[in-house]
């Protein structure tokens, strides 16, 4: 078998039973072969269905424990179903279709699912933005646009960073903040781009420590009614666009981070024309992640 399922006929063909489903799980966790989570030993037997035995220090390990397949009560073949149809939405998924394709008897399970495989979009070790990068913020949740500074005043702040390849656009962050001031404007950036980058913002005030923080600060100047930024206003309007068209709207500001991690995923591999490499992407990322209990999702 190919790395990742080529077509939806390899795919049936991964998912016709739970244990090649845990055998593509386990080449994905391990992919140089078995070590053990409790001594790092990386010598050890597969023993019966989902338990691996160290031969060091004994301890029995099952493929999903520590990930966020663990204490699932559902075989592993739903939730490679939940996972292709994820990843083959190009436009996002949605908790309704998901509860019709897997015929989960309730609409908030299905919630809770796209929401613990949304986590699962953001690589845990991802790379930083670099090169040259396009930063603003952006409101979302309110329709007046009011002047920036401290303080929320009902609206909910999302810093954008995109790197600029020229008129190109690169790969994309997106952050929720609580304002946009100095003080967390400069922590979130350092956070989200590599040290050394070309940083382009407008003139507001809140970036001015950024070339003191071992960036190239680049503050474009207003000539006229151009658009200073247009690569990071064209992703700000891409993504009001989805929230309120994929979502119609229905998205609580208490849950934006779980759509700014999906639209992330979506924006940074909208090139790529593989399913399964989006699913194998997904995958990878859900064996490093923690399990995520159903009350850890209703913030
Ligand atoms: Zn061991």
Same mark, same amino acid.
């Given at each position: 078998?190919?790395?990742?399922?080529?077509?939806?006929?390899?795919?049936?063909?991964?998912?016709? @039973?739970?244990?090649?489903?845990?055998?593509?799980?386990? @080449?994905?966790?391990?992919?140089?072969?078995?070590?053990?989570?409790?001594?790092?030993? @990386?010598?050890?037997?597969?023993?019966?269905?989902?338990?691996?035995?160290?031969?060091?220090?004994?301890?029995?390990?099952?493929?999903?424990?520590?990930?966020?397949?663990?204490?699932?009560?559902?075989?592993?073949?739903?939730?490679?179903?939940?996972?292709?149809?994820?990843?083959?939405?190009? /436009?996002?998924?949605?908790?309704? =279709?998901?509860?019709?394709?897997?015929?989960?008897?309730? /609409?908030?399970?299905?919630?809770?699912?796209? *929401?613990?495989?949304?986590?699962?979009?953001?690589?845990?070790?991802?790379?930083?933005?670099?090169?040259?990068?396009?930063?603003?913020?952006?409101?979302?949740?309110?329709? *007046?646009? =009011?002047?920036? =500074?401290?303080?929320?005043?009902?609206?909910?702040?999302?810093?954008?960073?995109?790197?600029?390849?020229?008129?190109?656009?690169?790969?994309?962050?997106?952050?929720?903040?609580?304002?946009?001031?100095?003080?967390?404007?400069?922590?979130?950036?350092?956070?989200?781009?590599?040290?050394? @980058?070309?940083?382009?913002?407008?003139?507001?005030?809140?970036?001015?420590?950024?070339?003191?923080?071992?960036?190239? *600060?680049?503050?474009?100047?207003?000539?006229?009614?151009?658009?200073?930024?247009?690569?990071? *206003?064209?992703?700000?309007?891409?993504?009001?666009?989805?929230?309120?068209?994929?979502?119609?709207?229905?998205?609580?500001?208490?849950?934006?981070?779980?759509?700014?991690?999906?639209?992330?995923?979506?924006?940074?591999?909208?090139?790529?024309?593989?399913?399964?490499?989006?699913?194998?992407?997904?995958?990878?990322?859900?064996?490093?992640?923690?399990?995520?209990?159903?009350?850890?999702?209703?913030?």
């Amino acid at each position: 078998m190919e790395n990742y399922p080529a077509d939806q006929q390899a795919f049936e063909q991964l998912v016709s @039973s739970e244990e090649s489903c845990r055998s593509f799980l386990a @080449s994905i966790r391990w992919p140089d072969g078995f070590y053990c989570p409790a001594c790092g030993n @990386s010598k050890g037997w597969h023993i019966v269905t989902d338990r691996w035995e160290c031969r060091e220090c004994g301890r029995q390990t099952s493929v999903t424990a520590g990930t966020l397949f663990q204490d699932t009560r559902y075989p592993l073949q739903v939730w490679f179903q939940a996972i292709w149809y994820v990843a083959g939405q190009k /436009y996002g998924a949605s908790a309704l =279709g998901l509860q019709r394709l897997l015929g989960l008897g309730s /609409y908030q399970t299905a919630w809770a699912w796209l *929401h613990r495989l949304r986590r699962a979009m953001v690589c845990p070790g991802r790379e930083q933005l670099s090169g040259t990068v396009q930063v603003d913020e952006t409101f979302w949740g309110s329709e *007046h646009t =009011g002047k920036r =500074g401290r303080g929320a005043e009902g609206k909910t702040l999302v810093l954008v960073g995109i790197e600029r390849r020229g008129s190109q656009l690169g790969r994309v962050r997106l952050m929720r903040i609580p304002d946009a001031a100095g003080d967390t404007l400069i922590p979130a950036i350092a956070a989200m781009i590599a040290p050394g @980058s070309v940083i382009e913002t407008d003139g507001w005030p809140g970036y001015r420590g950024l070339s003191m923080n071992g960036y190239v *600060h680049q503050v474009l100047k207003s000539e006229a009614t151009d658009d200073l930024l247009p690569q990071v *206003h064209l992703v700000a309007s891409l993504l009001k666009r989805w929230l309120l068209g994929t979502h119609q709207g229905g998205v609580q500001a208490s849950h934006l981070e779980y759509y700014l991690d999906e639209f992330t995923f979506r924006f940074n591999r909208r090139t790529s024309r593989s399913r399964g490499l989006l699913f194998r992407r997904i995958l990878e990322n859900a064996v490093q992640i923690s399990p995520i209990r159903g009350k850890d999702l209703r913030a």
